[in-house]
């Protein structure tokens, strides 16, 4: 079974609860038709897991539904981490918007 393409937000901001003042945000599916440009995607965070043996020890925000049918993944680099906190743990579950540029993975 072939696994359809990750679309990713790589290097962000992240604002749990609601899109930034004035920024037109994208939800979930809007996402894929805007890959290699700057945006605001919204929605809930179904599953969130920090890789911290992996290489960049990622955090990875699943939207939409758990990894690994998620719609949307957002990843917060270690070295971005302590902006965050333990988000694995406090935006699980939450609404939250990231704003960077949508790649596909």
């Given amino acids: 079974m072939l ?3 990750r679309l990713i937000i790589t290097s962000m901001a992240l604002i749990a ?3 930034p003042a004035g920024a037109d945000s994208l939800n979930l599916e809007e996402a894929a038709s805007h890959v ?3 945006a605001t995607v919204c929605g809930l ?3 969130a897991t920090y890789a911290a043996g992996s290489a ?3 955090t990875f925000l699943d939207f939409g539904r758990p990894y690994p049918n998620e719609t949307f993944t957002a990843v917060i680099f ?3 981490r ?3 906190g333990t988000p694995e ?4 579950e939450k609404k939250v918007c990231v704003t960077g540029e949508i790649r596909l993975y």
């Fill in 89 to 92: 743990t406090s935006l699980r």
């Fill in 56 to 58: 960049a020890a990622p």
């Fill in 78 to 80: 270690g070295s971005d």
């Fill in 82 to 84: 302590k902006k965050f």
């Fill in 3 to 5: 696994r359809p393409l």
């Fill in 45 to 47: 965070v179904a599953s």
């Fill in 17 to 19: 609860g609601a899109a």
């Fill in 36 to 38: 290699g440009k700057n």
